[in-house]
């Protein structure tokens, strides 16, 4: 059983993305606060590039959501 419920506002394949992406953010997060306080650069740079990439892929899986949904309706 799924930790996250789904919340139909992704449609199917997107979900189980947007899913994954955020147990991806709740692991990013705790490294992003303790490399900004610590200042460990791996730790920094690991944590950056998961942010940022965590970031991307919100922005396309929103955008691929809405071209799907658009083509659903209109269809």
Same mark, same amino acid.
């Given at each position: 059983?799924?930790?996250?419920?789904?919340?139909?506002?992704?449609?199917?394949?997107?979900?189980?993305?947007?899913?994954? #992406?955020?147990? #991806?953010?709740?692991?990013?997060?705790?490294?992003?606060?303790?490399?900004?306080?610590?200042?460990?650069?791996? #730790?920094?740079?690991?944590?950056?590039?998961?942010?940022? #990439?965590?970031?991307?892929?919100?922005?396309?899986?929103?955008?691929?959501?809405?071209?799907?949904?658009?083509?659903?309706?209109?269809?």
């Amino acid at each position: 059983m799924w930790w996250h419920n789904s919340t139909n506002i992704f449609v199917h394949p997107y979900d189980i993305w947007n899913t994954y #992406l955020i147990r #991806l953010e709740t692991i990013t997060f705790p490294f992003v606060i303790l490399s900004w306080f610590t200042h460990i650069w791996w #730790l920094l740079i690991i944590s950056g590039i998961a942010w940022f #990439l965590d970031c991307f892929c919100t922005i396309l899986i929103i955008c691929l959501n809405a071209r799907k949904k658009h083509r659903q309706y209109n269809h």
